[in-house]
């Protein structure tokens, strides 16, 4: 069993590899003067099982190039099975049309790591289930919610509900309260004007005095979490902490998560790595290695 780690996450693969007791395995990855991508493994890999840990995310597009050319650079190297674990999967947003000559980048993605020749998809997570569907090879999907729950299980929250930001999130939310003692759910209308841009109109459910704990799969500008929490404290929700596996992180996302007095916590998971000034007194960082 081998294990290399692309350039999007070298921490956490680390973790995971010491885990497994196994090195992050040695390769040169660089870029050329016009972006071009360069990929050595260097050590021996034929006959054995490879996984790649690589989350797509930002710069997205580059990241996801790196991966390919890395299950490339196995699948030309003998490797007997490759596995692309990726924590975080970009364009997952992009699942379907939702207009006319619309492109469905989700699936693109999927064809491009299938012709890439990587065996099995390990991601977490994914914004929509159905994206496993995508892929004519094993997908694991996992999820960082026992992670998140382990750590709620460590706080004093009092009466609890869950809070789904919007509506499509719902079955999410209803699984994540299963997991904190069945409780009880409460569900944001969210209507967007825009790309990025989330407006929050009513509360479905009762937050009156209760301590909210609003689930999402990402936190990209911070925008629905943030108006989902404004809402939630007008509506006389006495603590509100957002709970999310993939912290995208998106300008304006900082000044919107650590506005004094609208989060108690916000907790995320390592998926993606978040650079020092990104962090803020009220972000809790849990591992999903
Ligand atoms: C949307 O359906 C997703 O689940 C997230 O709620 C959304 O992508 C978060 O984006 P932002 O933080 O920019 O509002």
Known sequence: LRLFSGSANPALANEIAGYL?????????????????????????????????????????????????MVDACRRASARQITAV???????????KTA????IAAKLV?????????????????????????FDIPCDHIYGAPVLVDYLATRDLGEVVVVSPDVGGVAR???????????????????????NVAESLTVIGDVKGKTAVLVDDMIDTGGT???????????????????????????????????PGLFEEVLVTNSIPIPPDQRFPQLQVLSVA
């Open 173 to 195: 939310a209803r699984a994540f309260a299963k997991r904190m003692d069945d409780a009880p759910l409460a569900i944001i209308d969210k209507r967007r004007s825009a790309h």
């Open 110 to 134: 999927a064809n491009l790591l299938l012709a890439s020749g990587v065996d099995r998809v390990l991601a977490m997570d994914l914004h929509s289930a159905q994206i496993q569907g995508y």
């Open 100 to 103: 006319g000559r619309e492109s």
């Open 86 to 96: 990726v924590p975080y999967y970009g364009y997952a947003r992009a699942d379907r």
């Open 21 to 69: 007791g196994i090195p992050d395995g040695p390769r040169v990855s660089k870029s050329f003067a016009d972006g071009e991508i360069y990929i050595q493994i260097q050590e021996s890999i034929r006959g054995c099982d490879v996984f790649l840990v690589q989350p797509t995310c930002a710069p997205v597009n580059d990241h996801l190039m790196e991966l390919l050319i």
């Open 225 to 259: 979490i943030s108006k989902g929490a404004q809402l939630l404290r007008q509506r006389g929700a006495e603590r509100v902490i957002a709970c999310a596996t993939h912290a995208v992180f998106s300008p304006p996302a900082f000044e919107r998560l650590s506005e």
